[in-house]
């Protein structure tokens, strides 16, 4: 056996010993009573009796020995500010933040949603709650009022923080008014609200409940503000990620388990030394964000690079000069990302030093040969692509250098991780297969390791149905992802088994899109399907059947009532959620027993055979769809 394969195959058959020894990465208060107990399956409870925190252990614990150091360096080419907190002003702010959510009421085990731009308060704020023991829900700054009152009455808040504004292309892009609509769409009201001021765009505060950051800043400015010591099972967060159903789930995450895994993570994977820099251009309000921006660098002891603006402004150059400057060892970026880069002029490459880089990681969707063999020829780095979920916290698959240096394949993530017993299952029946090259559903077998979500938002019920109960006969966590693995042990990821579409590595939830096109006066039905994109992967396409149709009879009509649809997407769920086109039909295709064929509508979509459609009902509306796309 490699000394990888012997790692991976110590992780599951001797599981304790294995993570005891993983844990020692991390400060404890009081060690683990249990490495993991796993008497009430799906649910596994990682270092359960011991105490630690996840605040400390990525702060306070760096301080004696490099407290001076570089920690966070947030950097907004929006705004044209470069900011460095060593982790002795990092935990002073830390402090501040966290005494000022106590004195507006938030305690341990409360939520504090995020709604912020990617600046150094949401850091804070991030930080801060799981200092005090309280849970943060980050919603990602481009999701508008409707999916942030869906996220504000599932998490129920104490508190919300958030700022006046973000910023894309130079132009102020307002928070504020959109949360004001969201806690006025919502049935449950936060008491309060911390709003960092950056000066973008006016306020128009809420007397009682709105507090500007600057002055609980100021009151707080000196106060010492303790770690709590939680439980290793005690949540650390919830975070929402799309599924089948349009109700998004709260991915809960715990605490011990989740930073041990990514100590780990760090030291096996990504290969961070401490003083180090790590940059990854994902934002906070998606899982890579809060991994790998945020906990795993700091954990780390590196200094984490938080970055507001494109990756093309000023030029497509500017990520590049930071690494030059900053002298990043370790990069985390999106496939998209580089299509976007590849598509500008080279030599604004060619112009850094990007030596100090030892390792571009790519996740979030599938990694195209081109794409990969473009990047990695331009950087002489190795491009490791990475698979992994908002569920898992950190990679499933990829290879990892720290253990053993292996190569990796073009158009493959890699092999299964430590801690992760992988299998590709058959759709229906259940059975395993094992012979190479077979297409099936990648599921792990419990116990999930240490990182991986505890449960669903007060939902246990919904995390096991939706997560454990889907592949028949067998109780396994599904991916959702359907994958292949080849004669060498590489898996390579197919593409979702259900209604999730991955829009330039953002993962969309099409029902979602679907319920909000629905809410236009004039759409009677709509289907969303995602359909294959040179630079963003996917796109959302959807196509409606209109109720009233004697003003659709030109272009113009058309091209009208597309762009209502389109703004209602963008008012209700964000710009994100914005199909690329909206098409309209006479009907959807249909079995017999009702169902819209999604994978057949895909399928022509993409100028793809749509298969077996024995099941069909009418085959008109699939003919007109095929219509649109062969012109
Ligand atoms: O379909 C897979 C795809 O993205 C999904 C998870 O998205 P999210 O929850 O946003 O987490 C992203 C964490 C990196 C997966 O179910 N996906 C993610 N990484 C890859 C991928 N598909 C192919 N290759 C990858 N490396």
């Known amino acids: 056996m490699t000394r990888f394969a012997e790692f991976h195959d110590k992780s599951l058959t001797q599981r304790d010993a294995f993570w005891a020894e993983q844990a020692q990465l991390i400060d404890w208060h009081t060690p683990p009573q249990q490495i993991c107990d796993y008497s009430n399956p799906p649910f596994a409870r990682w270092f359960a009796g011991g105490t630690t925190n996840l605040c400390h252990n990525a702060v306070d614990r760096h301080l004696a020995a ?16 470069e900011r460095t907190y060593t982790f002795h002003e990092l935990h002073a702010e830390v402090q501040r933040m966290a005494a000022s959510l106590k004195a507006l009421g938030v305690g341990k085990g409360d939520r504090v949603l995020i709604y912020m731009p990617m600046i150094a308060e949401a850091a804070f704020a991030m930080l801060a709650c799981t200092r ?48 004001d609509e969201a806690i006025s769409l919502a049935q449950h009201k936060p008491s309060a609200v911390l709003l960092a001021d950056r000066g973008l765009v006016a306020m128009n505060l809420v007397a009682g409940r709105d507090h500007l950051w600057a002055d609980m800043r100021q009151k707080h400015l000196n106060d010492q503000m303790p770690c709590e010591w939680v439980d290793a099972t005690h949540p650390s967060y919830t975070l929402y990620t799309s599924g089948t159903t349009g109700k998004p789930k709260g991915v809960q995450r715990d605490t011990g388990g989740y930073a041990v895994a990514l100590a780990a993570s760090m030291k096996h994977i990504f290969m961070g030394q401490p003083g180090e820099t790590y940059f990854s251009t994902s934002d906070i309000g998606w899982v890579v964000g809060h991994s790998y921006i945020i906990y795993g660098p700091l954990i780390a002891g590196m200094a984490t690079i938080m970055y507001e603006g494109l990756p093309t402004r000023p030029d497509a150059g500017i990520w590049w000069s930071l690494v030059e400057k900053y002298k990043v060892t370790v990069m985390f970026s999106a496939p998209t990302a580089v299509r976007v880069l590849k598509k500008q002029d080279p030599a604004l490459l060619k112009k850094y030093d990007v030596s100090s880089l030892r390792a571009l990681f790519l996740a979030g969707e599938p990694l195209d040969e081109p794409t990969a063999r473009w990047i ?12 992994w979920q908002t569920e898992s916290g950190w990679p499933i698959l990829t290879i990892a250098n720290g253990i053993e240096k292996k190569d990796s394949k073009f158009g493959s993530p890699g092999i299964p991780m430590y801690g992760y017993n992988v299998k590709l299952v058959h ?101 969303v399907v995602g359909v294959a994109d040179n630079l963003k992967g996917q796109v959302a396409m959807a196509f409606a059947v209109v109720k009233d149709t004697s003003g659709l009879t030109d272009d113009a009509a058309r091209a009208k009532l597309e762009g209502e649809i389109m703004k209602v997407v963008d008012g209700q769920l964000g710009a994100v959620a914005r199909p690329a086109r909206v098409l309209f039909v006479t009907a959807l295709p249909k079995t017999r027993s009702g169902k819209v064929l999604r994978r057949a509508i895909q399928a022509v979509s993409e100028g793809r055979d749509p298969g077996d459609l024995s099941t069909m009902d009418d085959p008109t509306p699939l003919t007109q769809i095929k219509g649109f796309f062969s012109a």
Do not use: C
């Not at 490099?66 to 950097?75: H, T």
């Open 427 to 527: 759709e229906s029946t259940g059975e395993e297969l094992t012979g190479a090259d077979e297409k099936g559903v990648v599921v792990i077998e419990g116990p999930t390791p240490p990182g991986f979500m505890q449960t669903v938002w007060q939902d246990d019920e919904r995390f096991v149905k939706t997560y454990w109960q889907s592949v028949p006969g067998k109780m396994v966590y599904s991916t959702f992802d359907w994958g292949i693995r080849d004669k060498d042990g590489y898996f390579y990821i197919l593409g979702r088994t259900d209604d999730v579409i991955n829009v330039a590595g953002h993962r969309l939830g099409t029902r979602e899109i679907e319920e909000s096109i629905s809410s236009h006066p004039n759409v009677a039905e709509v289907a």
């Open 132 to 179: 005090i023991g309280a849970l943060h829900s980050v919603v990602f700054g481009g999701f508008a009022s409707g999916s942030l009152a869906s996220r504000i009455d599932d998490a129920t808040p104490k508190v919300i923080v958030s700022a006046d504004a973000g910023s894309r292309g130079g132009k102020g892009v307002p928070y504020k008014p959109l949360l």
């Open 376 to 387: 990695s020829d331009s950087l002489g780095v190795p491009i490791i692509d990475n698979y």
């Open 66 to 81: 490099r407290g001076d150091q570089a920690a966070l360096i947030a950097i907004s080419t929006e705004t044209d500010t």
